[in-house]
């Protein structure tokens, strides 16, 4: 490289071509700072290093003195945004971002390890202990970030909850694999290290497709196709090789615009999400409507099946109603991006140390939609997460201003005030302008959200089912999430078949050895591209019992309320010790709640499906499965206790050949269906939640009333009584309107009657 090339153009003298990282001020403050630093284009700002080095060693190797006492940044950052160095690249600028971040589920993925944990019988507590790293929350319960309104309601909720808000966690301990002849289930440990804790922000995660992805700030914020290939200008950027960014471009807010090719486009897509939110709750699939599923049809032209997408196969169910693309009451045809939902709190954290999703997630539905007596500015902070607690009736308002990081995105016009979330904090995209409420999407488009006190006001119910299970029934607004109607959908993946193999020295990928690998320049083990990092002892294998989809279980979450509930982690494990011995075979551990249940958990979830017509009144209240007693009430999918084998047998049952093996092999402790989680009789079966003391089935009270089936047995068990039936019915087909019709007139009848 020329000398006078290298002063003239600095890091360009390399890289020229390569796309300008986002417009607007922020570039051209990057910019302006440059010639600070000997670099006109300003990239040594955000990446440090040499600019005017004459060959990509010395450009690369660090920061020279003279700029370091520059207040530059002190060695040369391959991807300024992670998180370990976040601090003096992204932070320059958006400070206290980072360490909210740290601190943040995204990063400590604390929920995800107590639940596994859980199930596997290493811990009987609903406290966080574990995380991804040893963290402490130096500074208190009061959050660095939100409003004041936001601040105390904070400090109370961890007042209230220290399990689930701890002030501090340890890194998830090392197995020891000594110890696992005598204690099988310790083996949770390295299926938790190594199947689990890929997916946060202090690792770049595996070099699969649709898994490749940055690390901290880059995680979101900059693109990356499923194929992992970039497809910008930089000539030093291979376009053959896996893993690199799609461009070098910042996706963010409705400002950030992104132009690649002939697209442009606003806002971080939602595919971005589910690098990582493919797997536990699956809630970004989801919400695109696709499941995985085994089969990988339809053929392509090739007689080919599927491109494997986060390692799994996909089929397509039904996409959330958030994210439908077509035109709608009046609404731009488009989708909404997660993040037009979920806040910033939400998304980094505010400086507290969350235990569980619940813990760090601000918003309700209600936030938006309201009641149906109810606008949502008149609704008390914590309605949607009381916890039974009392959250008395003082209405939280509206507010005219934003919070100051609020100010980084895009700051739309308040109009006549924006809403507020749950805890406190203002909805920067979403405002109340007369009798409408407005939300700005990222993406560039403007939706008008439903109402539900005004479609009530207004009487535009879209079926009067709407308006019978909404208003009439009030029971329902009280104690359910709006999701336990309005979920199309769940997941439901039952049976986590597991094996962890120690025998013969096996190793795998472990991303707790990766995350806590970090160099100085931020990287960890994991970003060396070719390679997925640094490994542990065992080697975990997993599959299923078998998959659904339709609609899920019900039971109660850990606000209180009824929630649909999906299969978490149901594990049923075999373990083979460093001797080669089986110490555990097909086993289910015990977890402590109700007395000790199986840990083959069924979770509460915001499944993320949301359809606009609801599930109908049959669904649940004439639904063993609903109801949590399982698929038709748990009548198959039984005699897993005693496997089975299949082959030439007798009438009686005794198998003919000699030479036979067991077809399924047995699995002692289940005596029921995966999908069954309590008995008629209210004993509970499994494990419902780990998080959270009030998570569990529905109560048996609940279920009894849920279940009563004289409504139809108490008229159809005198069908063949023809005189007393020619007295209130009509001869012919009734159809459902005239049916509901009879029904009232005998219920209005029958009141009259008592009054008499």
Not at 401 to 426: H, I, K, M, S, W
């Amino acid at each position: 490289m020329d000398a006078a090339v290298a002063e003239e153009k600095g890091c360009l003298s390399c890289h020229e071509g390569i796309e300008k990282f986002t417009t607007g001020v922020m570039m051209e403050t990057i910019e302006a700072m440059g010639p600070d630093y000997n670099d006109p284009a300003g990239c040594v700002v955000c990446h440090g290093g040499t600019p005017t080095g004459l060959t990509a060693e010395e450009a690369h190797a660090g920061t020279p003195a003279e700029l370091a006492e520059a207040g530059g940044p002190h060695m040369f950052y391959p991807d300024p945004g992670a998180l370990w160095i976040a601090d003096k690249s992204c932070g320059q600028c958006h400070e206290g971002y980072a360490e909210r971040l740290t601190k943040s589920l995204m990063n400590t993925e604390a929920g995800k390890l107590q639940g596994n944990l859980w199930s596997w019988g290493v811990i009987d507590t609903h406290r966080s202990v574990y995380g991804n790293y040893d963290l402490v929350d130096e500074d208190g319960n009061v959050p660095t970030v939100g409003t004041d309104a936001y601040k105390a309601y904070m400090v109370a909720f961890t007042e209230a909850h220290p399990d689930q808000m701890p002030d501090s966690m340890q890194q998830v301990p090392d197995v020891d694999v000594d110890a696992i002849s005598e204690h099988p289930n310790l083996a949770g440990i390295t299926y938790s290290r190594q199947q689990c804790q890929r997916c946060h922000v202090g690792v770049t995660g595996r070099e699969k497709r649709g898994d490749f992805r940055g690390a901290g700030c880059s995680s979101c914020h900059v693109p990356y196709s499923n194929e992992g290939l970039y497809e910008g200008n930089d000539p030093t950027i291979a376009k053959d090789q896996p893993g690199k960014l799609l461009t070098h471009q910042m996706q963010g807010t409705r400002k950030s615009k992104v132009k690649h090719g002939d697209v442009e486009y606003s806002g971080i897509p939602s595919e971005t999400c589910n690098s990582c939110h493919n797997r536990g709750k699956r809630i970004g699939v989801s919400y695109q409507g696709i499941m995985e599923f085994p089969y990988g049809s339809p053929y392509n032209e090739k007689g080919g099946k599927q491109p494997k997408l986060h390692t799994k196969n996909y089929v397509y169910v039904k996409e959330d109603l958030h994210h439908a693309i077509e035109s709608r009451d009046g609404n731009p045809a488009g989708g909404m991006l997660c993040q037009d939902c979920h806040t910033t709190v939400d998304m980094h954290g505010d400086g507290n140390l969350p235990g569980t999703t619940l813990a760090q997630v601000e918003i309700e539905c209600e936030d938006c939609h309201g009641t149906v007596s109810k606008y949502p500015w008149e609704l008390p902070l914590g309605y949607g997460e009381e916890h039974d607690t009392d959250i008395g009736d003082t209405p939280r308002g509206l507010t005219d201003d934003v919070t100051a990081e609020q100010y980084f995105a895009e700051v739309y016009d308040a109009e006549d005030g924006y809403l507020v979330t749950a805890r406190g904090n203002p909805f920067g995209n979403v405002v109340k302008k007369g009798e409408k409420v407005i939300m700005h999407s990222a993406s560039g488009l403007d939706f008008e959200v439903p109402v539900l006190k005004q479609i009530a006001a207004d009487g535009t119910w879209k079926s009067p089912n709407a308006e019978v299970a909404m208003m009439s029934v009030g029971r329902h607004m009280e104690s359910m999430e709006c999701y336990a109607c309005h979920a199309d959908w769940a997941p439901q993946c039952y049976g986590c078949h597991i094996t962890v193999d120690y025998s013969e020295g096996k190793t795998d990928v472990d991303w707790i050895n990766n995350a806590n690998s970090r160099g100085e320049n931020g990287l960890t083990a994991d970003n060396e591209l070719g390679t997925n990092g640094l490994t542990g002892p065992g080697k975990v294998s997993e599959t299923r019992s078998y998959l659904r989809w339709e609609e899920p279980t019900l039971g109660i979450n850990g606000e209180g309320r009824v929630s649909p509930l999906m299969p978490g982690c149901q594990v049923i494990t075999t373990v083979i010790d460093k001797d080669g011995n089986t110490v555990a075979h097909n086993e289910t551990w015990m977890t402590p709640d109700a007395g000790g249940t199986k840990g083959l958990d069924h979770a509460a979830v915001q499944p993320h499906t949301a359809g606009r017509e609801a599930r109908t009144c049959e669904s649940c209240h004439d639904n063993p499965k609903a109801l949590g007693y399982g698929i038709s009430g748990g009548r198959f999918m039984k005699g897993y206790e005693d496997g089975f084998t299949v082959d030439l047998e007798t009438a009686e049952g005794e198998i003919i050949p000699q030479q036979s093996q067991l077809q399924s092999q047995p699995v002692p402790s289940l005596d029921h269906d995966l999908s069954r989680i309590v008995t008629e009789d209210g004993e509970q079966l499994v494990t419902v939640g780990s998080h959270w003391p009030l998570t569990g089935p529905l109560p048996q009270e609940m279920r009894e009333k849920m279940e009563r089936t004289g409504l139809c047995m108490g008229c159809h068990q005198n069908m063949t009584n023809e005189d007393l039936w020619d007295k209130v019915s009509t001869p012919g087909f009734v159809n459902n309107e005239q049916h509901q019709e009879v029904m009232n007139q005998a219920l209005q009848a029958l009141a009259e009657k008592k009054s008499q």
